[in-house]
């Protein structure tokens, strides 16, 4: 079975070179998983399943670099920071983000289908659903993070024309796809999450969705998507299920303690420990003398700030799934709903948390206290993938934000309504498959 694991593996790490991942041609005699057990291997294989697009974080506004190093970055990495009209060059591919959330995509469905053929006695029945509601998770995964990056905010008006991402439903890689619209994908996304709920376990375990983390992620899609009614059910349901909130004074962060992980495990460019990703200053001035997550804060040989993981993964950024996010979406959705005071009061359970003595925070009004949540959200979520997402929901909504970056003596803007919100799809997918690209210009 392990032998057959391997080849699996091998050739799944060749189909994500060279062409499109979508034009892939593999083999007829390769050699696939058949058994349950197998299928629940791939489901645990934790360098796919929890893979998470490092552009999340690249494009979004809360660090900045200096000219010098940012000339010696790789040309994708270069270009992007820079929201440039031309991001990818004379590079085709995109193993990190295009090509990893649909090796995702691939392996759930290639789990989806094998369950088919295997009956569900009294004996399997528990590894069964897990494996089943798994793939349906981490499908939802990357269609949601796919969206993120390739598709514009969810908007309801105009959802069914906007173009969003291609869905396989078939491990065939044959299957001829073409770009659903924003209203599809959502759609699919959440009818996985939907189905995936009542198979998965109870039991929270960071490796493998449970009950709590579908949830989680279901709130985290409900709230992009503008429907706060909702993602306040959903985040309840979370919190109800697994209340894991850290308390900083008394504990520490770890991911083994989250709902479930996340990070950029290709080579990350935003990682932790790089003095070089330096964090804006006026996001940093924002965390108060008690607030104890200033001690994951560091100063660089030049004396500028940058940011060290806190959930103990080395040189890597925790970028999955954690009941903080679920306090935050709660409080969002309260105040949105007009329910003020149970926001700010939502919100102060967490912020005490993570202060050593700390005041309750008071609002006058529905827009104070929603600009004190969303400033907290920032605050609590820095490198969690979410900032981008947040930034094209608020746009969306009317924020009318404008990016910058400066470079020398030189500035680069993105605008409130510019095309560059949406990142291209690679190059070598256009070619293969024929769907249309994002625009830049």
Known sequence: MMKKLIIFFIVMGLMSCGDGFLDIKPSSSTVVPTTLDDFEQLMNYGNLVYAYPDMLDVLADDYYLEETYWLSRPTLIKNSYIWANDIYETIESDLANWERSYSQIFYSNVVLEGLEKITVTDGNKKQHNQVHGTALFLRAWALYNLAQLYAPAYNKPTANKDPGVPIPLLSDVNEKVQRNSVEEVYARLLNDLKDAAP???????????????????????????????????????????????????????????????????????????????????????????????????????????????????????????????????????????????????????????????????????????????????????????????????????????????????????????????????????????????????
């Open 199 to 441: 198979l998965v376990q109870s039991e929270v375990d960071f490796g493998r969705p449970s009950q709590a983390a579908v949830y989680a992620l279901w709130a985290r899609v409900l709230l992009a998507m503008g429907n706060y009614e909702e993602a306040l059910i959903k985040s309840t349901s979370s919190i109800n299920a697994h209340d894991g909130l850290v308390d900083l004074n008394t504990g520490s962060l770890d991911y083994k303690k989250t709902l479930y992980m996340g990070l950029d495990g290709n080579g990350p460019f935003i990682h932790s420990n790089n003095q070089n990703i330096q964090i804006k200053s006026d996001l940093v001035i924002t965390f108060e003398l008690s607030d104890l997550r200033q001690s994951f804060f560091k100063l660089n040989t030049n004396g500028n700030t940058y940011y060290i993981s806190p959930y103990k993964l080395g040189n890597y950024f925790f970028r999955g799934l954690d009941s903080d996010e679920q306090y935050l979406i709660k409080a969002e959705c309260e105040v949105r709903l007009g329910d003020k005071d149970q926001a700010i009061a939502t919100l102060n359970h967490l912020l005490k948390h993570v202060h050593s003595s700390y005041v309750d925070k008071v609002a006058g009004t529905k827009e104070e206290a929603l600009s004190i949540i969303l400033q907290e959200r920032r605050k609590q979520l820095i490198f969690r993938g979410l900032r981008w997402s947040d930034l094209k929901r608020y746009n969306r909504d009317g924020a009318n934000i404008t990016l910058t970056r400066t470079l020398g003596e030189k500035t680069y803007t993105l605008s409130p309504n510019s095309p560059k919100w949406l990142f291209p799809i690679p190059v070598n997918e256009i070619k293969s498959s024929g769907i249309p690209q994002n625009l830049r210009k």
